[in-house]
């Protein structure tokens, strides 16, 4: 059976597609998670050896190194989205990119937060300004900019715009982020945050983060597709589909019956 995936391109087509994602995904990150969780404080060692040795301390990273890891990767989710909606004009990318960058900043907050608690053993400080921290603080103030680029602006399609042209300038940081902790010369690039390599990483350590990392990224399409459907609702209000699952909704339809209620409490708080 040949699938027709262009259709998924129109609102109209992916709000009940996402629908169905969205519980199917949410169970599956949270199985994930608690095993992972499970994984990383039982299965794992007491202690991490190697170059800087650490006490329990160390198993932070199951939450901090995967949070790192979809803080770039849900920018280049981002700025991707963006540069389609840029050159294709589709409704549905710049859609997504207001759904993605809500969970893009609560990861990078997630990593910054859990990397100051786990810097305070490891480096006797909470913060420094370290090229890789400092970078990971930019990243998050991109976010951020984004997204109150987007809602400073009360044209639809101008903040659009506006805002997938700052994402896609900011991804600049991507490689600046790799680079100030994979450096080529060590040497020459002074820091405290210690280099990544999954090659030197204990067996069940790497099984812990890594599965915590694939929880991470269904939680990821779970939570940008819920706010998906409730953005589709709000830019979609006034389309006769929508307007039809509405009333559908109102008489005790059974099919999309959540939306009328997500849609009533969108319009309630933009009224506000």
Same mark, same amino acid.
């Given at each position: 059976?040949?699938?027709? %995936? /262009? ?5 109209? @087509? ?11 995904? @949410? ?34 990273? =199951?939450?901090?190194?995967?949070? !790192? %890891? ?11 989205? $963006? @540069? ?12 997504? #990119?207001?759904?993605?960058?809500? #969970?893009?900043?609560? =990861?990078? =907050? ?12 490891? %480096?006797? #400080?909470?913060?420094?300004? *370290?090229?890789?921290? #400092? ?26 715009? !506006?805002?997938?042209? &700052? ?6 940081? &991507? ?9 080529? *010369?060590?040497?020459?690039? @002074? ?5 990544? $390599?999954?090659? *030197? ?19 990821? /399409?779970? !939570?940008? /597709? ?11 209000? *006034?389309?006769? %589909? ?31």
């Amino acid at each position: 059976m040949k699938i027709n %995936w /262009f259709k998924y391109a129109a609102p109209t @087509a992916f709000y009940p597609l996402a629908g169905r994602l969205v519980p199917v995904l @949410a169970v599956a990150a949270a199985a994930l998670v608690l095993f992972a969780l499970y994984w990383g404080f039982f299965e794992t060692p007491e202690r991490l050896g190697g170059t800087n040795p650490q006490k329990e301390y160390y198993r932070i990273i =199951f939450i901090h190194v995967p949070a !790192a %890891w979809m803080s770039m990767w849900l920018y280049l989710v981002l700025a991707a989205w $963006s @540069a389609v909606g840029l050159v294709f004009n589709t409704r549905l990318s710049f859609m997504m #990119t207001n759904a993605v960058a809500p #969970t893009g900043a609560i =990861f990078t =907050f997630l990593a910054l937060w859990t990397g100051a608690f786990w810097g305070r053993p490891s %480096w006797g #400080t909470y913060w420094d300004w *370290d090229p890789r921290l #400092t970078s990971e603080l930019i990243l998050f103030f991109l976010y951020i900019g984004f997204m109150a680029l987007h809602s400073a602006i009360d044209d639809s399609r101008r903040a659009d715009r !506006a805002a997938a042209l &700052l994402a896609i300038v900011g991804l600049v940081m &991507l490689p600046i982020i790799y680079w100030s902790i994979n450096c080529p *010369d060590p040497n020459n690039c @002074a820091a405290l945050h210690q280099r990544s $390599s999954l090659t *030197d990483i204990e067996s069940n350590i790497l099984t812990a983060m890594l599965v915590m990392t694939l929880g991470f990224w269904l939680y990821s /399409f779970a !939570a940008a /597709f819920a706010r998906l459907r409730n953005i589709i609702l709000l830019r979609e209000q *006034d389309s006769a %589909w929508v307007r039809t699952m509405v009333d559908a909704a109102g008489a005790g339809g059974p099919a999309n019956a959540g939306g009328g209620d997500a849609l009533d409490a969108n319009r309630r708080g933009v009224s506000a």
